[in-house]
């Protein structure tokens, strides 16, 4: 599993890196979209919605299963990566160009772990699964 | 399991189709034509095959030979009860008395069918211990819709329906169950299971208050285990205000033997087409009875068959009721099936079918596993399970690679369909069987000596079924690519 | 008595020895003594032949009409034999859903011809394996256009009433509201539509042949709906498609539909088929069962049930719908009319309806019972009733002739290919007769 130094990390595996000027890019972490398996199909939120960290913004379908997606801020939603409802096999292709959201917020989440940090955390889970 | 032939695909209707083909089926017309304006018309013709009948024939006879029903071999999936089907129940549906039988002809000239589903709904009453039966809902999730739709209507009527928001639901219940909530408004609440896959009756009480509308309970539950304490559960949820809904998803297992209405359910759909036997049709049409206690019975879907002095009729005037949930009467014919296996049966053959069904299901269980890949198996002294029971590969997974999803494709090899797998979602690995009464103990032998086969393999020859499926028409389709790029019809 | 055990009683208790009991009542150890009972009272069981004559005794008792000139939602048309040897064969009758694609190819891929089938009726782009009846069809067409900002659904006066009734219990479950739109002249009025189709609105349902047997203008419909960010949900006849101009070609979003006169006996109800169709932009929203194309491990073509993720079973409480169970064997009966009759067939079928239709209400005209509206209509038609209408179908009952439905003080008829010219002047000169004698 890799994880870009570059980014910040919530522990819902979400990736967030800041856009700057209170913008921020979110997806989906290797450690989720191996967990996920093959994704079939992502449920996107609307430009202007509402955001609140730690609450579902998103849903990703494999072939036999749902999976939330949790908001690591809380803001408003930018634009979305339209291009993943074509093209849902982009977040196991490359998770980290595959974004689902950019998103305004007026603060950082308050706990975003760092990638060792999450790693750790995700080789952690990985193994209890 | 097929032969060679099949193995090479069958071409769709549509790619049969041979340009001016036909059958005549229509006399030529014997008044004067009228076509409908042009500007009404449809532009293209009918883009439908032209086939004449023999090819239509032979095509639904190759299809046939690409299905697998309860005739073609042993059929255990956990949830579904495949018993047999009988024959004489086909050849009553397809009296011309009920079929010809237009479903607005006047009163007096329908008093058979009124018969039927009354009488139907008088062995339904005594069998769940309820006071009111509706056959409206097409099917169990059509059930427990309007099921819910009564809870909510009697807590509006209350006064209380805008506080009395959540259902609660266990964990371990069908995905209708919370649907069929969310499709009425309510929030659902899901209460885990305890450690000994019943309710937890802690969490419970937790979970209930000023805010509950109600419980859905599937008992015996999706483990195959009969709930001990479900007396105390329709209390606790009483006891606050709430009203207890009654999953009969798996009623083959206590029919004749206990009763919903006894447990303390208010109310309760039972399935037709799976606990008396009426055909599944690859999936429908199916049949449910939506039963319920007598302070409920002003809410049931509309109308009702109303008897008055041995006169039938059908009585729409309920101003309680939640009204129509479907064009007509329900699924008619599966009603007339649902008689004809009940009074076949009478009160001691309900009961002793459903214990037969758990006698074939704890003895397969027994035949088949090792107690260590059983959910939920309690050491020593293990507990009886209902009609049904899962097992969860998960050791077997981790020591061999192979997992339940292999073992259901190898037991294809084998000419048996697969048990459900990968429900109830609380198990990792699952394997629910169900075999049903009408299963002999050679067949239940020949698939626990099948089963014990591949779990042998598994561990000797991991790779083997893992390729498995190799003698069925197709294999192991690409599910990832259907969902990724839908292609949902022929386009030519 | 019968309970289809095939297990003599001896078999049973070397079960139970191996098992660890000694009797049956051990099965139940689980259910505490307050709760077990003794077996229902209930008759005795019976065998084949007695069971036989108590059912054939109750079928006896209804009457079958040789002559149907009723319909309002239920339609008798010609089946044709192989439809019926079809839809019996065994393996699909006795099959379960097919979860387990190898096996089930055959169920599987006649769903999918019955998925392009009804595509190709109503002009729509997907469709779905089936709902449960035509009425609660467009009760989860409403439900599948309704989103976070828009849930009132609105429908014309002029859908089958029944179809009202469903919708109508559905929006009450869900909390959402419903309006029904009021008609001028037999039809939904336009005007009305263009002032209710504000900024809640999600969806309009517009049934063509309407209840009344008239064309509505889908078009039209339409038109006002896109203006206004409204989806158009078109209920239609699959006989009158083959005929008439389509929900597709009339830009409608979603079309649903009663499949009983495909191949279904009449069956006092049910079981019949409903049938939706949707615009390839509200695929995800559609409930119930699909069946898609796909490659198996070898490349071969095969089908396999498709984007379950919406469904009940994996979206739980997330899902639209809890639709489980559906009407498949309904719906391959469907698709099996279909291919049987061919384009031509079914094209036959309609245009006989129609013109056998336009000959019932012209013989009725003359007897004295005149068309109500004046808009065209395909197989049923209202008129005035200047007799009495219990005398009338009591008269029409002693010839055998099912009359048409008594509706808002006239009466609702329904002709198909299925009754032939002289039950059509019989059954107008009764009606004349009754008109002039009581």
Redesign the interface.
């Known amino acids: 599993m890799t994880f870009p130094k570059s980014l910040s990390y919530a522990k819902t595996h979400e990736w967030i890196e800041p856009l700057g000027g209170g913008s921020y890019r979110i997806g989906l972490t290797d450690y989720a979209q191996r967990a996920l398996g093959d994704v079939?199909?992502v449920?996107l939120p609307e430009p202007g919605d509402a955001l609140v960290e730690g609450e579902a913004f998103c849903?990703v379908?494999?072939?036999?299963?749902?999976s939330d997606v949790f908001s690591p801020l809380t803001g408003t939603v930018a634009e979305i990566n339209a291009a993943l409802l074509d093209s849902p096999e982009r977040i196991n292709q490359d998770c980290y160009a595959a974004w689902l959201i950019t998103a305004r917020a007026d603060a950082p989440g308050a706990d975003w772990l760092d990638a060792d940090a999450y790693a750790a955390l995700a080789e952690a889970e990985a193994k209890t699964h | 399991?097929v032969d060679g032939l099949d193995r090479m695909?069958?071409p769709?209707?549509?790619e049969r189709s041979v340009p001016g083909?036909?059958?005549a089926?229509?006399p030529p017309?014997?008044?004067?034509?009228?076509?409908?304006?042009d500007a009404?018309?449809?532009?293209e013709?009918?883009?439908?095959?032209?086939?004449a009948?023999g090819e239509?024939?032979r095509?639904?006879?190759?299809?046939?030979?690409?299905?697998?029903?309860?005739?073609?071999g042993f059929?255990p999936?956990g949830s579904?009860t495949?018993?047999?089907?009988?024959k004489?129940n086909?050849?009553?549906a397809?009296?011309?008395?009920?079929?010809?039988?237009?479903?607005?002809?006047?009163v007096?000239?329908?008093?058979?069918?009124l018969?039927?589903m009354s009488?139907l709904d008088a062995?339904l009453r005594?069998?769940t211990g309820m006071d009111a039966v509706s056959l409206q809902p097409?099917?169990?999730?059509?059930g427990?819709?309007a099921g819910?739709?009564m809870i909510?209507a009697y807590h509006e009527r209350g006064g209380d329906g805008a506080s009395r928001a959540k259902m609660i639901?266990p964990d371990s219940a069908?995905?209708?169950n919370?649907?069929?909530?969310?499709?009425?408004?309510y929030t659902?609440v899901t209460i885990p299971s305890g450690a000994d896959g019943c309710v937890d009756i802690a969490a419970l009480r937790q979970a209930v208050g000023p805010d509950t509308a109600g419980l859905m309970l599937t008992n015996p539950n999706t483990l195959g285990?009969?709930d001990?304490n479900?007396?105390e559960i329709t209390r606790i949820v009483h006891g606050a205000g709430g009203l207890c809904y009654y999953d009969g998803a798996n009623l083959n297992a206590?029919m004749?033997?206990?009763?919903p209405g006894?447990?303390g359910f208010d109310v309760a759909h039972l399935n037709l087409?799976k606990t008396f036997?009426t055909?599944?049709?690859?999936?429908?049409?199916?049949?449910a009875a939506l039963c319920c206690k007598a302070f409920l019975s002003g809410y049931l879907?509309k109308p009702m068959v109303a008897d008055s002095d041995g006169a039938l009729s059908l009585d729409d005037d309920r101003p309680l009721s939640?009204?129509?949930?479907?064009?007509?009467?329900?699924?008619?014919?599966?009603c007339?099936r649902a008689?004809?296996y009940?009074?076949?049966?009478?009160?001691?053959?309900?009961?002793?079918?459903a214990?037969?069904a758990?006698?074939?299901a704890?003895?397969l269980m027994?035949?088949l596993a090792s107690p260590d890949d059983i959910a939920y198996w309690d050491g020593d002294s293990p507990?009886?399970r209902?009609h049904e029971f899962v097992l969860s590969m998960k050791k077997m997974k981790s020591e061999t690679g192979v997992s339940a999803l292999d073992l259901?494709?190898g037991l294809?090899d084998k000419g048996i369909?697969?048990p459900?797998?990968y429900?109830p979602l609380i198990v990792d690995e699952a394997l629910m069987f169900e075999p049903t009464?009408?299963?002999?103990?050679a067949t239940l032998d020949a698939a626990a000596e099948a089963f014990l086969d591949m779990v042998r393999q598994a561990r000797d020859d991991p790779e083997s079924l893992r390729a498995a499926?190799r003698s069925?028409?197709?294999?192991?389709?690409?599910?990832v690519?259907?969902?990724r790029n839908?292609?949902?019809?022929?386009q030519g | 008595?019968?309970?289809?055990?095939?297990?003599p009683q001896a078999?049973?208790q070397?079960?139970?020895r191996?098992?660890g009991?000694s009797d049956?009542s051990?099965?139940?150890?689980?259910?505490?003594d307050?709760?077990?009972?003794a077996?229902?009272?209930?008759?005795?069981?019976?065998?084949?032949l007695?069971?036989?004559r108590?059912?054939?005794?109750?079928?006896?008792?209804?009457?079958?009409?040789p002559s149907?000139l009723?319909g309002?939602?239920?339609y008798?048309h010609?089946i044709?034999a192989?439809v019926k040897?079809?839809a019996?064969?065994?393996?699909?009758?006795?099959?379960?859903?097919?979860?387990?694609?190898?096996?089930?190819?055959?169920?599987l891929?006649?769903?999918?011809?019955y998925?392009?089938?009804v595509?190709?009726?109503t002009?729509m782009?997907?469709?779905n394996?089936?709902a449960?009846?035509?009425?609660?069809a467009a009760a989860e067409a409403a439900?599948m256009c309704r989103d976070r900002k828009r849930s009132r659904t609105l429908i014309a006066s002029t859908v089958?009433p029944?179809?009202i009734?469903?919708v109508?219990?559905?929006s009450?479950?869900?909390?959402t509201p419903l309006t029904i739109l009021p008609a001028e002249k037999g039809l939904l009025d336009l005007d009305a539509l263009r002032r209710a189709v504000g900024p809640d609105v999600a969806s309009v349902i517009v049934q063509s042949p309407n209840y009344y047997g008239l064309?509505e203008d889908w078009r039209a419909s339409a038109d006002i709906c896109h203006g206004a960010g409204v989806k158009l949900i078109a209920a239609c006849n699959p006989i009158a498609?083959?005929?008439?101009?389509?929900p597709g070609?009339r830009g409608a979003d979603v079309a649903v539909g009663?499949g009983q006169p495909l191949g279904m006996?009449?069956?006092?109800?049910?079981?019949?088929l409903g049938f939706m169709a949707c615009a390839k932009g509200l695929?995800?929203q559609m409930p119930g069962?699909?069946?898609?194309?796909?490659?198996?491990?070898?490349g071969?073509?095969?089908?396999?049930l498709?984007?379950?993720?919406r469904?009940?079973?994996?979206?739980?409480?997330?899902?639209s719908?809890?639709?489980?169970?559906?009407?498949?064997?309904?719906a391959?009966t469907a698709?099996?009319y279909?291919?049987?009759?061919?384009?031509?067939?079914?094209?036959?079928?309609a245009?006989?309806c129609?013109?056998?239709a336009?000959?019932a209400a012209d013989a009725l005209a003359e007897a004295g019972f005149a068309l109500r509206y004046a808009s065209?209509f395909?197989h049923e038609f209202l008129t005035e009733c200047p007799a009495d209408p219990d005398a009338l179908?009591s008269r029409l009952?002693g010839e055998g002739i099912?009359g048409g439905?008594p509706t808002d003080g006239g009466i609702l008829w329904c002709v198909t290919?299925m009754n032939?010219?002289g039950e059509?002047d019989r059954a107008a000169a009764i009606c004349g007769e009754v008109r002039r004698h009581g």
């Open positions: 079939v199909f449920n849903d379908e494999s072939v036999k299963a749902v | 399991m695909g069958v769709l209707v549509f083909a036909r059958t089926m229509l017309l014997d008044v004067p034509e009228a076509l409908p304006d009404l018309l449809r532009a013709p009918l883009p439908l095959p032209e086939l009948e239509v024939s095509h639904y006879s190759a299809l046939e030979r690409r299905a697998f029903g309860v005739n073609n059929y999936l579904c495949m018993k047999y089907n009988p004489l086909e050849e009553m397809a009296l011309p008395g009920f079929t010809d039988i237009h479903p607005l002809q006047p007096h000239t329908i008093q058979g069918c018969a039927v009488r062995i005594e069998i097409a099917a169990g999730a059509h427990e819709f819910v739709m909510k639901v069908h995905g209708t919370p649907a069929s909530a969310a499709m009425n408004g659902v285990l009969f001990p479900v007396a206590i004749g033997i206990t009763r006894d447990m087409h036997s055909p599944h049709g690859g999936g429908g049409p199916g049949g879907p939640v009204g129509k949930v479907g064009a007509f009467y329900g699924n008619f014919l599966v007339v008689l004809c009940l009074l076949s049966l009478g009160g001691d053959g309900v009961a002793l079918a214990s037969n758990v006698l074939n704890n003895y027994r035949k507990r009886a209902a259901a494709k294809l369909h697969p459900t797998m429900f009464e009408t299963e002999s103990r499926p069925t028409p197709v294999r192991r389709p690409d599910e690519r259907a969902a839908p292609i949902l019809r022929y | 008595m019968s309970s289809y055990i095939p297990n078999v049973q070397d079960m139970l191996f098992i009991l049956i051990g099965l139940y150890s689980g259910i505490p307050a709760l077990r009972r077996p229902p009272s209930l008759p005795d069981g019976m065998g084949e007695e069971v036989r108590v059912v054939s005794g109750m079928a006896a008792r209804n009457t079958i009409f149907v009723r309002a939602g239920a008798r010609y044709p192989v040897a079809v019996s064969k065994e393996t699909f009758l006795t099959a379960y859903t097919p979860y387990q694609a190898e096996v089930s190819q055959g169920v891929q006649a769903i999918f011809e998925q392009t089938g595509c190709a009726l002009g782009d997907v469709s394996a089936s449960y009846d035509g009425a609660s439900a089958n029944r179809t009734a469903a109508a219990a559905y009450r479950a869900a909390g064309i498609l083959a005929l008439y101009k389509t070609e009663e006996p009449l069956s006092f109800g049910g079981p019949y695929t995800r069962r699909i069946v898609g194309e796909t490659l198996d491990a070898d071969r073509r095969c089908y396999v498709t984007l379950q993720a469904e009940q079973h994996i979206r739980r409480e997330k899902a719908s809890s639709v489980c169970s559906n009407e498949a064997l309904c391959l698709s099996a279909m291919a049987a009759m061919g384009p031509h067939g079914m094209r036959q079928a245009e006989q129609h013109a056998k336009r000959y065209p395909f179908m009952e099912l439905l290919e032939e010219r059509i």
